[in-house]
């Protein structure tokens, strides 16, 4: 991309997070055999009035000359890194907290069905009796 004198660039840093200003202060052209190279210097934009120039080939950033653009980057980075941490903890939690599931294994056989005391319900159900039919009477 190509830069003019005096725009500001806004750089959001790779390695380290956050948003740094710089304002471009020398543009060199170089014309060789070999075609045309374009560089930057830049001055940085530190509050405490300690600015320097620095060569743009130095910086490990994203560049941009729009701020929306810097906007949507850093909601960007920002929305990733939440859904991580989310992700993470769910993972912990998942882990740690929520029981797990045991088989449960069947330690009794199917008794068979006892004879007299099989009923059949008026829906056509048809229920084992627990008690004796001649206990009832």
């Not at 729009?66 to 998942?94: C, F, G, P």
């Not at 008794?111 to 206990?135: F, M, Q, W, Y």
């Amino acid at each position: 991309m190509l830069y003019g004198v005096g725009d500001i660039i806004w750089v959001v840093g790779k390695d380290r997070p956050g948003l740094r200003v710089y304002r471009v202060v020398e543009e060199v052209t170089k014309r060789t055999l070999d075609g045309t190279i374009t560089s930057y210097r830049l001055q940085t934009g530190r509050r405490d009035g300690k600015n320097k120039l620095v060569n743009m080939e130095t910086i490990d950033g994203e560049f941009f000359s729009d701020k929306q653009e810097v906007r949507d980057r850093l909601l960007e980075n920002a929305t990733s890194a939440i859904d991580r941490m989310i992700s993470s903890s769910e993972e912990i939690i998942k882990k740690l907290w929520e029981p797990e599931m045991i088989p449960i294994l069947e330690t009794q056989e199917k008794s068979p069905e006892p004879d007299g005391n099989i009923i059949e319900l008026p829906d056509g159900t048809k229920a084992v009796l627990r008690t004796n039919l001649e206990d009832l009477k």
